[in-house]
């Protein structure tokens, strides 16, 4: 049947903007008052009394004239105000149709529970109103019995997990319903500006769902006419979804209907699901065939039990009023994100003894690849959220020091979470995701380590794999504790050989990714490259797996190619960006061919002398001492130097070179101009003074100044770095001549 018109004079609103916080101006946020006004001037505008509306706010002073200007009777959005209205004063309203809206911080506290931040928030004490609460509320005596034909919320809040050192301050969420459900059936629609572990975006001071919300509303009800919601809806989808292919925006919304306009079925709204080609049905039956076998010759009670375990995880209601069908629950998985994998894992809860066979597992997998269950996602993305940008990049770290090279969002923790767990997966073995985990956690510290750990092991469970889980686990923290106590020059490392092959300074070359004893072969480039093609491999792979100006770059070169300025090598060549990779990474050179086997010992005995010493410690080689001799009798009198340093001229150099590699020199400095103008007095002053481990870094700075400066001669320095304990990996098996 269709509606009457409805009489908007029986409508009754309560409006919640929450922008001044307790806690430092951190916390502040502009715009949910100015976006409350904006919701109550639709409202009146539609017809709905001023005296119909509750406004609650905590305004920033500069938006409190105007907030004053629209509704001067505005309330505090205080816990106490709050808790007053909703649980006691609507009681009393005389209305047919309910509209709540609500604009604030909201954050994902322990339990996933999604708090809405009261105005006593302080930095150190999160209080809010628990979301999923205040819409039970609505089915409870806190609203009229007779009263209230429909309900509809909104909330303008993120819902991201809280950073590591913040979640563990945040209260449980207030239960402003407590109250048994009386009016199960009464209509609500839940509109929410995102989805779980993601943030509501504003832009110039509002909030980007409220605009695109206040567009659709505004167009659905031109010429006086009610809106209907799920076109209105539908607009605020399209319009995030335009939003996504334009700047990548990850925000998207999402919206909980029940029993709207007396429907019998929750409505699902957004991008329709394309249909299933004809492969896919043909998998979709034999997933409705195997669950019927499992669910046995009477499903309705198993049924029933499967829809509540997945009305746990999903934010709709089961797609019929009574217990759905097998192929009900399958179109109701299939709808979900996740959903299929979380399907599984019911059926296996309910009937342990008779496990889901293979053919279901490969129709499962084709329907939709994801292999975790919309709680285990949640949990993930939660968890990754609450690191911070660096722990991320650790996370990708792992992924690639186990995978190779892949792009991962390191920013983002929800597209990573998606990312990780889009890795190939290896039939009947650990996902990948799983050992990235187990990677990440031995080498962090910290309780989102620990519960990162807790949560791949529930997976593991889950999955019949908690043995392989282990025995990666604790290869994992062998790893990590060789590398805790490896010494201090022995962190994290790129390490690349150069070939000299062929005209034109074509090189073949090879790389790998050092940590501690950890060593993992990245490319090989058997074909020789071109200068600038080398460059572009060798930058694509520290972008993949270095950090900037954390990582040391060792090159691996003959004596031949010392004097190749790898430091001036560009990044991001061409882009309004580029730089040196000298000054975005510590580079040094290494040169094992003169280095004799005999002579071993004399290298280790200096290099043991590097910890400890300063830049003071490096012999100076004045301008005359360059033959072999020269430099070898140098050397041999100052047999307790950890090294040398050097600005003689290009000529004399190869000289030089080779009789420090002979005689065990395992630091050397030089200035690569080709008539040097430094004296010792000026390279140690540019070295200064601090711990000779800290030269990479200390070169590298050096060459940073002299980006911005093309007279500074720190920009010339290069640096023979030859640590003998770590050796170049074995060759990689390169085929070309």
């Known amino acids: 049947m269709r509606r009457a018109p409805h009489d908007w004079r029986r409508t009754h609103a309560v409006i919640v903007a929450v922008e001044r916080y307790n806690g430092s101006d951190d916390l502040n946020l502009d715009g949910p008052v100015h976006d409350a006004v904006e919701m109550r001037k639709w409202l009146t505008g539609r017809g709905v009394p001023a005296e119909n509306i509750q406004l609650l706010a905590s305004p920033l002073e500069h938006n409190r004239a105007a907030l004053e200007a629209a509704h001067p009777h505005y309330r505090p959005a205080e816990r106490a105000d709050v808790r007053r209205v909703f649980q006691d004063e609507l009681r009393t309203i005389d209305a047919d149709w309910l509209w709540v809206y609500w604009a604030g911080h909201g954050v994902q506290t322990q339990g996933g529970r999604w708090s809405l931040l009261y105005p006593e928030t302080r930095d150190t004490d999160l209080q809010g109103a628990d979301a999923d609460s205040l819409i039970d509320l609505m089915r409870t005596e806190h609203l009229p019995w007779d009263g209230v034909d429909r309900v509809t919320v909104i909330i303008d809040a993120c819902r991201q997990a809280l950073p590591a050192g913040v979640h563990e301050l945040a209260d449980t969420p207030d239960l402003l319903a407590r109250t048994a459900q009386i009016r199960p059936e009464r209509p609500v629609y839940w509109m929410r500006a995102c989805q779980a572990g993601a943030v509501a975006k504003q832009r110039q001071g509002t909030g980007q769902f409220t605009s695109a919300l206040l567009r659709q509303l505004h167009a659905a009800a031109a010429g006086g006419a009610e809106p209907d919601l799920d076109r209105v809806w539908q607009g605020v989808v399209e319009e995030f979804a ?41 998998f979709r039956e034999t997933l409705v065939l195997e669950a019927s076998g499992l669910l046995g010759p009477d499903p309705a009670g198993p049924a029933a039990r499967v829809a509540a375990r997945l009305r746990m995880e999903f934010t709709e209601a089961p797609p019929a009023r009574g217990t759905p069908s097998v192929e009900e629950l399958v179109d109701w998985a299939l709808a979900h994100e996740h959903g299929i994998a979380t399907l599984l894992h019911a059926l296996d809860e309910l009937t342990p003894d008779r496990r889901i066979g293979a053919r279901a597992r490969e129709a499962c997998r084709r329907l939709q690849p994801q292999w975790l269950t919309c709680a285990e996602h949640t949990e993930l993305v939660a968890l990754l959220a609450r690191l911070d940008e660096r722990g991320r990049e650790d996370v990708v770290a792992a992924a690639h020091q186990q995978f190779g090279p892949t792009a991962l969002p390191a920013h983002d923790p929800a597209a990573l979470a998606d990312a990780l767990e889009e890795l190939v997966p290896r039939p009947h073995q650990l996902p990948q995701l799983l050992s990235v985990v187990e ?44 590398a805790r106590t490896a010494g201090p020059a022995e962190g994290r490392s790129i ?23 950890e060593v993992d072969a990245l490319a090989k480039v058997d074909t020789p490259a071109a200068p600038e093609e080398m460059r572009r491999g060798i930058d694509a792979l520290l972008a993949a797996h270095a950090r900037a100006t954390e990582t040391v770059v060792e090159f691996f070169v003959p004596s031949t190619d010392l004097e190749l300025d790898v430091h001036c090598w560009p990044l991001d060549a061409g882009k309004p960006q580029e730089r040196s990779l000298g000054t975005d990474f510590p580079v040094v050179v290494r040169c094992a061919e003169l280095r004799q086997p005999e002579r071993r010992h004399l290298w280790e005995r200096r290099w043991s002398r590097v910890s400890g010493a300063t830049p003071e410690d490096l012999h100076w080689l004045p301008g005359h001492t ?52 430094l004296d010792e007095r000026q390279l140690r002053t540019l070295l200064g003074s601090e711990p000779l481990e800290h030269l990479p870094q200390r070169l590298r700075k ?33 085929s070309a001549p």
């Open 495 to 517: 390490q690349i050989r150069l070939h000299p092959s062929g005209p034109g300074q074509r090189r073949r070359y090879e790389v790998w990714s050092r940590r501690g004893a």
């Open 439 to 482: 990677h990440f956690a031995a080498f962090a510290e910290g309780a989102v380590a620990a519960e990162l750990r807790t949560w791949a092991q529930a997976c593991a469970v889950r999955l019949g794999m908690k043995e392989v889980l282990l025995d990666h686990r604790a290869r994992a923290a062998d790893r990590a504790e060789r």
């Open 242 to 282: 335009r939003a996504r292919d334009a700047d990548g925006g990850r925000q998207r919304p999402t919206v909980y209907v029940s029993d709207w306009n007396q429907d019998v079925r929750p409505v699902r709204l957004g991008p329709p699901a394309p249909p299933l080609d004809p492969e896919k049905l043909r």
């Open 626 to 677: 360059h033959s072999f001799a020269q430099v070898r009798a140098a050397m041999e009198r100052q047999e307790t130097a950890p090294g040398a340093m050097t600005a003689g001229p290009a000529r004399t150099r190869s000289e030089i070179f080779t009789a420090c590699l002979f005689d065990g020199v395992p630091v050397l400095v030089w200035d690569t101009g080709a008539e040097p103008s």
């Open 702 to 734: 050096l060459r940073l100044e002299g980006d911005a400066d093309d007279g500074h001669p720190g920009r010339r320095l290069a640096l023979l770095w030859d640590d003998p304990h770590r050796p170049l990996p074995e060759p990689l098996d390169l």
